[in-house]
């Protein structure tokens, strides 16, 4: 094995290792039962990440990622802006029925804790998060509606809304405050937004 094939199986093992324990421990998760779970040192921690911090930046990223390019795959270019919409919603939906849906819900919920506790951490973890986002500001960006088509600044502030509101309702889901939000319901609410939004 390379020296680059075994940087990558260790960052890897750690990631992995750190969605286990964060999601559990939060913000007293410890970077020594992190490298234990990976079989590694903490050492390495700091050779591959630069800190605990840059841990758990690394692991949000890693796991919007993939997140993000299943959306694009899932809203073909063609659709306007309304119908992309939906389609994102709909897929968003779908993803609090797959296996991992309450593990994800774990470590959200974990993230915003350790960047209460955090205000350094909670900084980096929105400057990633607003990073992956442009791939969803450039999904609804051109797309047309009223006649019209979206501008990227249009796109941006749509993106957020829509987060805010597929957030919210991601969590009721699973704790009895949305009852009968299935697909349908998520892209009727996400259509709804999109057409009573001033700005669009």
């Not at 389609?87 to 974990?110: K, W």
Request: hydrophobic content about 45%.
């Amino acid at each position: 094995m390379t020296r680059a094939e075994t940087r990558e199986r260790n960052r890897r093992a750690l990631l992995d290792a750190a969605f286990q324990v964060v999601s559990r421990e939060g913000y007293r998760a410890k970077l020594e039962e992190i490298a234990e779970r990976a079989d590694l040192t903490t050492g390495a921690i700091y050779s591959l990440f630069g800190s605990k911090n840059g841990l758990v930046v690394a692991l949000v990223a890693d796991h919007l990622r993939p997140h993000y390019e299943e959306i694009e795959q899932t809203v073909p270019a063609e659709l306007d802006l309304l119908e992309a919409v939906d389609a994102f919603a709909r897929y968003y939906r779908r993803g609090g029925d797959a296996p991992d849906a309450l593990s994800r819900l774990s470590l959200q919920i974990t993230l915003l804790d350790m960047a209460l506790h955090d205000p350094d951490l909670g900084s980096q973890l929105a400057t990633s998060i607003r990073a992956q986002e442009t791939h969803l500001i450039a999904l609804f960006t051109g797309r047309s509606h009223n006649g019209g088509v979206v501008t990227s600044h249009q796109a941006q502030r749509l993106a957020t809304a829509l987060r805010a509101l597929f957030v919210g309702l991601s969590q009721g889901v699973p704790l009895g405050l949305a009852p009968g939000a299935d697909e349908q319901y998520f892209a009727d609410a996400a259509r709804a937004l999109a057409t009573g939004m001033t700005v669009l």
